[in-house]
């Protein structure tokens, strides 16, 4: 496919280096970076502005949704679970559709496991009549960050077990595939989110677990301070805590209560709503954005009051109010054109909601991509993944805006060690290439 064009912000020097790099060139490239240095950004104009062929896909239905593409099960029509040597039924339509493709932009490929990845280089393979041909010919470009999201192992310890015989680790970086095939890894340094030089130094030695004692000592007392009572989010590790704290906060609120549901359309999972199926809304609650606004008066992640509800819902945000309609989220999937030898994206559901959540408090995995002015990080008794503080951490714009429920711990950073073996292995052989020391064109 090559997409329509879409509205998306210009790119710094260093983003649209690696877009001509990705545009202009056959290899397969991993594009990585810390939080806030625009992976995101970069992905919507590389889909919006290539001449090639491509199909973008993402490991989970959500994750999908937010970047305009399919499921990786679904485009290749993968089976759930290990796939190991099974064999792939793969219909006429869909080895059609495959082979007219030059790239897969892959996002959030470090929730993609080891077997999941060779599984879309047979089916690639296979689909395309090339079978010596890593990934059947087409380019790989994958987005992420392993520092942040880490795959989710199988719970069946037959397929523990299956792992821990065939591969390295269970991440994508150790698929048989990649033993044989190149990879570019670019790296995104420049850092949006954040401008305090000291703080970035923190962040980054949160993400690849290098903390100093003063470092611990500059986060903690920065957020042993006591948050403001609004347009403050607090980030927290389970959707229990999460959802106790926004309907407690929402009964507090004396009003009249709204209840707007969705409208939906074609096929559409509920594990996989944008958003709320039933969103209930008070005068006075505090909500979170979840789309970006084409008229630039709030992004994805702004957070607001509601100040009136007549019909529709009007939310204040910086002391302005702005009526606030439903919007739709469209779900796609491709097809093969052949009198055009394109692939096109069509709407097969559509899910119509407002583009708000109740805002007192949000899951940290919910949190990925938003930026906040003040966060609550609540990390409970101790964080129990890779990447969770560091995730909850960076989100926030400066360490002025950053409160902690409980001081940070030395056991609440946590890398995985594979992820640091990947990185270092990467750094060591200069196949890492930070984006600012390309030449620019």
Same mark, same amino acid.
């Given at each position: 496919m090559s997409a329509s064009k879409l509205k998306t912000p210009p790119l710094s020097p260093e983003q649209q280096t690696i877009f001509e790099r990705a545009d202009n060139s056959r290899e397969h490239i991993f594009i990585t970076g810390r939080a806030g240095t625009g992976k995101s950004t970069l992905?919507?104009?590389?889909? #919006?502005?290539?001449?090639?062929?491509?199909?973008?896909? @993402?490991?989970?239905?959500?994750?999908?949704?937010?970047?305009?593409?399919?499921?990786?099960? #679904?485009?290749?029509?993968?089976?759930?679970?290990?796939? @190991?040597?099974h064999r792939l039924n793969q219909s006429p339509e869909r080895r059609k559709l495959l082979r007219a493709l030059d790239t897969l932009i892959i996002d959030e490929i470090s929730m993609v496991s080891a077997d999941l990845m060779d599984a879309i280089d047979r089916c690639l393979r296979e689909a395309r009549g090339r079978r010596h041909d890593p990934f059947g010919g087409v380019q790989i470009i994958m987005f992420g960050d392993p520092y942040q999201l880490p795959p989710v192992p199988p719970r069946d310890p037959e397929e523990r077990a299956y792992f821990k015989d065939t591969y390295r680790s269970l991440w994508f970086f150790d698929a048989k595939v990649w033993q044989t095939t190149p990879v570019t890894v670019l790296e995104l340094n420049r850092i949006h989110r954040q401008k305090d030089a000291r703080f970035k130094e923190i962040l980054n030695a949160v993400r690849i677990g290098h903390v100093t004692a003063d470092m611990a000592n500059d986060l903690n007392t920065a957020g042993r301070r006591q948050p403001p009572k609004t347009h403050t989010i607090t980030l927290a590790t389970t959707n229990r805590t999460v959802n106790e704290i926004n309907q407690r906060k929402l009964a507090e609120i004396d009003g009249k209560l709204l209840k707007a549901e969705a409208e939906i359309t074609g096929e559409f999972k509920q594990n996989v709503f944008p958003a709320d199926e039933v969103l209930e809304l008070k005068v006075g609650a505090q909500v979170m954005f979840l789309r970006n606004d084409p008229d630039g008066r709030w992004v994805n992640g702004t957070i607001g009051t509601v100040s009136r509800i007549d019909g529709t819902v009007w939310v204040e945000v910086d002391k302005k109010e702005f009526e606030v309609e439903p919007t739709v989220w469209e779900r796609y999937q491709y097809s093969y054109d052949p009198e055009s030898k394109k692939l096109e994206r069509e709407v097969v559901a559509e899910f119509e909601q407002f583009p708000l959540r109740l805002a007192w408090a949000v899951t940290i995995h919910k949190s990925q991509g938003h930026t906040y002015d003040s966060a609550v990080v609540d990390l409970g008794p101790r964080a129990f993944t890779a990447g969770q503080a560091y995730v909850a951490l960076s989100r926030v714009r400066s360490l002025n805006g950053l409160y902690l429920r409980r001081e940070l711990r030395p056991g609440d950073v946590i890398v995985d060690p594979h992820v640091a073996r990947f990185m270092h292995e990467r750094l060591t052989t200069q196949n890492i290439v930070p984006a600012d020391q390309l030449p620019l064109s």
């Open positions: 992905l919507s104009y590389l889909a #919006s502005h290539t001449s090639k062929n491509l199909a973008i896909c @993402a490991p989970t239905g959500v994750a999908a949704l937010n970047v305009g593409g399919q499921t990786i099960h #679904s485009l290749l029509q993968l089976t759930t679970g290990v796939i @190991a040597d």
